[in-house]
């Protein structure tokens, strides 16, 4: 069994706590006629209050808990959420008996408004609290985006604050309307100043209706790559993988392209490798075929028709045949990314290695021996021309002596 909040139960507590007053004020009228004494008494009384709302707060949630679970609605958080605005009403109890005790003869106009102002505080402060749970639990039926429903939640809870704010000063006597007739101006002058701040806000709100990304995605915007935490209604808050906290404005995220890698089901591997040009025509069948089935027989990478595997040769390279490796890693997750690439590092050149070829790497060929054995040729060829020349001039200088003709020349 458990406590019941019934008439019964109500009205049971209230007789005990008048008759706790009226044993207080007998135990402490002996001092009653100084005033020093009846603040010391009230003083006692407030603490008496204070070491009890514990006790006085279980018995609350015991009934609460109770109530709600007869009806199939109870959820821890939603008594979590309401342990501190009732541990505030064992408060709001003593400091109405201390200062019965201590002012009896206080007037009406400052106990009244004193007394439903802290009620009232403590009622928002329930709604307050209860709004987050709730929202919660409504939107199983719902189905809203969480981070809509985030968004639903701040508004309900300025709303309520402001509402809360305005129906305390209301009972003070303090009227509301002509203070908000008077900021009209003055709010108009904020608006125009705080243009920016209502452009973050509209860009917050598109970002959140068009799904764009949600806290928990891995997104890439420009130069920062993070984990969106918390999408507010000025800016956004990224975590970088450093675990620096990047503060982007909500224009520039509605404005720039944003790259959500947390949208996709797999991660691209892809890469070249690059072999000897001694590697055999059958050597490289032999590397594609294995590299090939590897991929193929392996539950670390999407198979087709999910996602294409290529494995082809691929150019002719400066110092090495490229072959291309094309494939996707089975899920998203990054630990997952990692481990099929590090299995396939190690297949692929396990696979190189068994069959007798070798990795390229950028290198120059240099044939100093032939270069000098044409340069020896070059020089014998010069040096025979050049003995020809001669005797060709020197035969042709004899023959124009002979007949005479060399003086004309000269």
Same mark, same amino acid.
């Given at each position: 069994? !458990?406590? *019941?909040f019934?008439?019964?139960? #109500?009205?049971? +507590?209230?007789?005990?706590a008048?008759? =706790?007053?009226?044993? %207080?004020?007998?135990?402490?009228?002996?001092?009653?006629?100084?005033?020093?004494?009846?603040?010391?008494g009230?003083?006692l009384?407030?603490?008496?209050?204070?070491?009890?709302r514990s006790l006085?707060?279980?018995?609350?949630?015991?009934?609460?808990?109770?109530?709600?679970?007869?009806k199939?609605?109870?959820k821890?958080?939603?008594?979590?959420e309401?342990e501190?605005?009732?541990?505030?009403?064992?408060v709001?109890?003593?400091?109405?008996?201390?200062?019965?005790y201590a002012?009896?003869?206080?007037?009406?106009?400052?106990?009244v408004?004193l007394f439903t102002?802290? !009620?009232? *505080?403590?009622?928002?402060?329930? #709604?307050?609290? +209860?709004?987050?749970?709730?929202?919660y =639990?409504?939107?199983? %039926?719902?189905?809203?985006?969480?981070a809509?429903?985030?968004?639903?939640?701040?508004?309900?809870k300025?709303?309520?604050?402001?509402?809360g704010?305005?129906?305390?000063l209301?009972m003070?006597?303090?009227?509301?309307?002509?203070?908000i007739?008077?900021?009209?101006?003055f709010?108009?002058?904020?608006a125009?100043?705080?243009?920016?701040?209502f452009?973050?806000?509209?860009s917050?709100?598109a970002?959140?209706?068009?799904k764009?990304?949600?806290?928990?995605?891995?997104?890439?915007?420009?130069?920062?790559?993070?984990?969106v935490?918390?999408i507010?209604?000025?800016?956004?808050? *990224?975590?970088r993988?450093?675990?620096?906290?990047?503060?982007?404005?909500?224009?520039?995220?509605?404005?720039?392209?944003v790259?959500?890698?947390?949208?996709?089901?797999?991660?691209?591997?892809s890469?070249?490798i690059e072999?000897?040009?001694?590697?055999?025509?059958?050597q490289?069948?032999?590397?594609r075929?294995e590299?090939?089935?590897?991929?193929?027989?392996?539950?670390l990478?999407?198979?087709?028709?999910?996602?294409?595997?290529?494995?082809?040769l691929?150019?002719f390279?400066?110092?090495a045949?490229?072959?291309?490796?094309?494939?996707?890693?089975?899920?998203?997750?990054?630990?997952?990314?990692?481990i099929?690439?590090?299995?396939?590092?190690l297949?692929?050149?396990?696979?190189v290695e068994?069959?007798?070829?070798?990795?390229?790497?950028?290198?120059?060929?240099?044939?100093?021996?032939?270069?000098?054995?044409?340069?020896?040729?070059?020089?014998?060829v010069?040096?025979?021309?050049?003995?020809?020349?001669e005797?060709?001039?020197e035969?042709?200088?004899?023959k124009?002596?002979?007949?005479?003709r060399?003086g004309?020349?000269h």
């Amino acid at each position: 069994m !458990g406590f *019941i909040f019934t008439n019964n139960f #109500i009205e049971t +507590l209230t007789q005990g706590a008048m008759q =706790f007053l009226s044993i %207080v004020r007998e135990v402490l009228s002996i001092g009653q006629e100084h005033l020093f004494f009846r603040f010391v008494g009230a003083f006692l009384i407030f603490g008496f209050f204070l070491v009890i709302r514990s006790l006085l707060t279980q018995i609350i949630l015991k009934n609460i808990e109770w109530f709600i679970l007869r009806k199939g609605k109870i959820k821890k958080q939603i008594l979590i959420e309401l342990e501190q605005p009732i541990r505030f009403i064992p408060v709001i109890l003593g400091i109405y008996v201390a200062l019965e005790y201590a002012l009896p003869d206080l007037e009406l106009r400052y106990k009244v408004p004193l007394f439903t102002s802290l !009620g009232s *505080i403590a009622f928002f402060w329930i #709604i307050y609290n +209860l709004i987050h749970p709730m929202a919660y =639990f409504f939107n199983k %039926v719902a189905r809203l985006n969480v981070a809509i429903l985030d968004w639903v939640v701040r508004l309900l809870k300025i709303i309520l604050a402001l509402v809360g704010f305005a129906s305390v000063l209301e009972m003070w006597g303090v009227q509301i309307a002509p203070i908000i007739a008077g900021l009209g101006l003055f709010g108009m002058a904020i608006a125009l100043g705080a243009k920016d701040l209502f452009k973050n806000i509209l860009s917050g709100l598109a970002i959140v209706s068009e799904k764009r990304f949600k806290v928990g995605d891995i997104i890439h915007l420009e130069n920062i790559d993070g984990i969106v935490e918390n999408i507010g209604f000025r800016s956004t808050l *990224i975590r970088r993988f450093d675990k620096s906290p990047v503060y982007v404005p909500n224009t520039d995220l509605a404005d720039s392209a944003v790259v959500n890698f947390s949208d996709r089901d797999n991660r691209l591997i892809s890469w070249k490798i690059e072999l000897e040009y001694r590697t055999t025509a059958k050597q490289l069948k032999y590397i594609r075929n294995e590299i090939e089935s590897f991929i193929l027989n392996n539950k670390l990478y999407s198979q087709p028709p999910v996602s294409p595997i290529q494995v082809r040769l691929d150019a002719f390279k400066s110092s090495a045949i490229s072959v291309l490796v094309y494939c996707f890693s089975a899920t998203r997750e990054w630990e997952d990314y990692l481990i099929a690439k590090e299995e396939l590092v190690l297949n692929i050149k396990e696979i190189v290695e068994k069959s007798g070829g070798a990795f390229a790497f950028p290198s120059q060929s240099l044939y100093i021996e032939q270069l000098l054995e044409d340069k020896s040729n070059r020089k014998e060829v010069s040096a025979i021309n050049i003995k020809k020349s001669e005797e060709l001039k020197e035969k042709n200088k004899n023959k124009l002596t002979k007949t005479g003709r060399f003086g004309e020349l000269h």
